[in-house]
C-alpha cells in the first residue's frame, strides 16, 4: 500500500511525540491534519513546515475534551481531503499526586484527553475506513500502560483504558483491512514530562536531577530518552505492508524497561 497521498489526523499533534509523528509522516508524503493547543503563530509555522515537505497539513484546535469537537474535526477532514486512512490518537495530559490529593476535575481531563477522546475518533472514522477498504489506528498509550508508577492513578488507569480499547477495535474490524494498534513508549524528553519533573519531585522528596537519574532513566535499561523520531519511525512501521497482520496488539518502546 502506498503511504503517499494518504490521510492522517494526529491528535495532539502542536507538541512532542504528536509533532514528531506528523514530520516524520510528512516525509513519506502522507497529508496531515495537526491537532492541539498553543500559540496561533507557532502552529501556523509548525503546518507550514509540513507543508514544505510537499503535503497538504491543515489544523484543526478541536478540545479533545469536547466529543462534538473531536467528530466535527474528522468530518472536516474526510471533507476536505476525500478520506481518512490514519487515525493516531495521541493527545494526553498527565497530572502527578497522591491518589487522595487528586483533584477530581483532573482525574476526568485524563479520562476524558488520553482515553475517550480515541473512542470518539475512532469511531467517527471507521465507517470510512471501511469503505475504503484500508485503515491504520495507532493509540499511543505508554509504559504506564502495561506497568503502573505511583502517583499517576488517572494516567495509569487511562492507558490501561486504551490498550483494552485498542484489543477489541481491531478484533472488530480485522476483516476489513483496518488494523488497530498501540504504541507504548518509555520516557521522552518532550513538554509533557519535562513539567512533571517538580511535581514528581515535590511527591517524592527528591531534587529535580535525582528525579530524571534516579525515576525516569531508573526504568530505562539502556538509560537513554525514548525520541519522538523512533516513534515515527514505529508508526510508519504499524502503517506498511509488513505491519498488515498486527493487529491488537502493542509495540513498547521503552528501552527495556517492561522487560524487567
Ligand atoms: P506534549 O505535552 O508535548 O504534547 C501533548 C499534545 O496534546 C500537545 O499538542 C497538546 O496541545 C495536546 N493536548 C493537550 N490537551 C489537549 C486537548 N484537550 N485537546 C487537544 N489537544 C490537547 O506531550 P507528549 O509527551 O508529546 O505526549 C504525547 C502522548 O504520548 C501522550 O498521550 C502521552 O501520554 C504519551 N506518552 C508520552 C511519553 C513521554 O515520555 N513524553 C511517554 C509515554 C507516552
Request: aromatic fraction near 6%; proline fraction near 3%.
Amino acid at each position: 500500500m502506498v503511504l503517499k497521498g494518504k490521510t492522517a489526523i494526529i491528535t495532539g499533534s502542536t507538541s512532542g511525540i504528536g509533532l514528531g509523528i506528523a514530520q516524520g509522516f510528512a516525509k513519506e508524503g502522507i497529508n496531515v491534519v495537526l491537532n492541539g493547543f498553543g500559540a496561533a503563530d507557532e502552529i501556523e509555522k509548525e503546518r507550514a513546515g509540513l507543508e514544505a515537505l510537499g503535503v497538504k497539513a491543515v489544523y484543526n484546535g478541536a478540545d479533545m475534551t469536547k466529543p462534538g469537537e473531536i467528530v466535527a474535526m474528522v468530518e472536516e477532514a474526510r471533507e476536505q481531503f476525500g478520506s481518512v486512512d490514519i487515525i493516531v490518537n495521541n493527545a494526553g495530559i498527565q497530572n502527578v499526586q497522591p491518589v487522595e490529593e487528586f483533584p477530581p476535575e483532573k482525574w476526568d481531563a485524563i479520562i476524558a484527553i488520553n482515553m475517550s477522546s480515541a473512542f470518539h475518533t475512532v469511531r467517527t472514522a471507521i465507517p470510512y475506513m471501511k469503505k475504503a477498504g484500508w485503515g491504520r489506528v495507532i493509540n499511543i498509550a505508554s509504559a504506564h500502560g502495561l506497568v503502573a508508577s505511583p502517583f499517576k492513578s488517572a494516567y495509569v488507569t487511562a492507558k490501561h483504558g486504551i490498550m483494552g480499547f485498542t484489543k477489541t477495535v481491531a478484533l472488530e474490524v480485522a476483516q476489513n483491512n483496518i488494523t488497530c494498534n498501540a504504541i507504548c513508549p518509555g520516557y521522552v524528553l518532550t513538554p509533557l514530562v519535562e513539567k512533571q519533573i517538580p511535581d514528581t519531585a515535590r511527591a517524592r522528596g527528591m531534587s529535580e536531577e535525582q528525579v530524571k537519574n534516579d525515576v525516569l532513566l531508573a526504568a530505562q535499561w539502556t538509560k537513554k530518552f525514548v525520541t519522538v523520531e523512533q516513534l515515527a519511525g514505529t508508526a510508519l512501521f504499524l502503517c506498511s505492508d509488513a505491519a498488515e497482520n498486527i493487529t491488537g496488539t502493542h509495540i513498547s518502546v521503552d528501552g527495556g524497561w517492561t522487560a524487567a
